[in-house]
């Protein structure tokens, strides 16, 4: 059964459900500032996940679902018994446990929205050990090379295409398991040349004076 329609008139998680005993592709598209994204699903499981016809992970999937579930601008068609395309990263998620998570995810951000962390705050690993969350650990695998050194959720968040919000929800989760620091607040200004006291000495200097060395000698 072929479905289309707009995302403001059904939700994502309204078409979970519906898509549970159905195999095809769900093409996701005129969404406000994202990419068009395209779900495979087979046997109740969605398999897989593109955007922009690229293969997302399963930390990138999982974000991408998220935020769908959110969206209400955007249009949606179902194509029942598309042929799968190659599918890198195989996810196998049932469709009933990942709308019960990604529901519980959203609330939980909902939440803390004024705890998460500024976007340009710099965090450091300062633990080196995996979180027992799944979805901790798939951001945990792929952020720790940065936290190294240190990084904010802007910048982690770009590097692995998943929203701002969520690289901070990550970020807020991994600092409760004491396994990274905030360092600094922002990055510090770049030397914006001389002050403007420094710059008005200089044109008294040359009016009165006329010039550096007039004054100096």
Same mark, same amino acid.
């Given at each position: ?7 403001? *008139? /059904? ?6 459900? !519906? ?27 969605? =398999? ?10 399963? !930390? ?7 935020? !769908? ?19 890198? *990263? ?8 990942? !709308? ?5 995810? =959203? ?22 050990? /995996? ?85 100096? *000698?």
């Amino acid at each position: 059964m072929a479905i289309f329609g707009n995302l403001n *008139h /059904m939700s994502l998680g309204d078409l979970l459900p !519906l898509l549970s005993v159905q195999d095809g592709a769900l093409e996701v598209f005129n969404l406000e500032n994202h990419p068009r994204v395209t779900l495979y699903f087979r046997d109740g499981l969605l =398999q897989c996940l593109f955007v922009a016809g690229r293969p997302a992970d399963s !930390l990138v999937a999982r974000s991408i679902v998220t935020l !769908l579930m959110s969206s209400t601008r955007g249009s949606f068609e179902f194509v029942p018994g598309a042929p799968e395309r190659r599918c890198p *990263h195989l996810l196998d998620w049932p469709l009933d446990r990942l !709308l019960i998570t990604v529901v519980s995810v =959203q609330d939980e951000m909902r939440e803390l929205e004024r705890r998460l962390p500024h976007p340009e705050t710099i965090f450091r690993k300062i633990r080196d050990e /995996m979180p027992e969350d799944r979805r901790l650990a798939d951001f945990w695998k792929r952020a720790q090379g940065r936290l190294d050194i240190g990084a904010s959720a802007q910048e982690l968040a770009g590097r692995m295409g998943m929203p701002l919000e969520h690289a901070q929800y990550y970020l807020f989760k991994l600092r409760q398991a004491g396994l990274v620091m905030p360092v600094r607040a922002r990055a510090q200004r770049r030397s914006m040349g001389p002050s403007v006291a420094a710059r008005l000495i200089d044109s008294l200097k040359q009016r009165f004076f006329g010039g550096r060395q007039a004054w100096n *000698h």
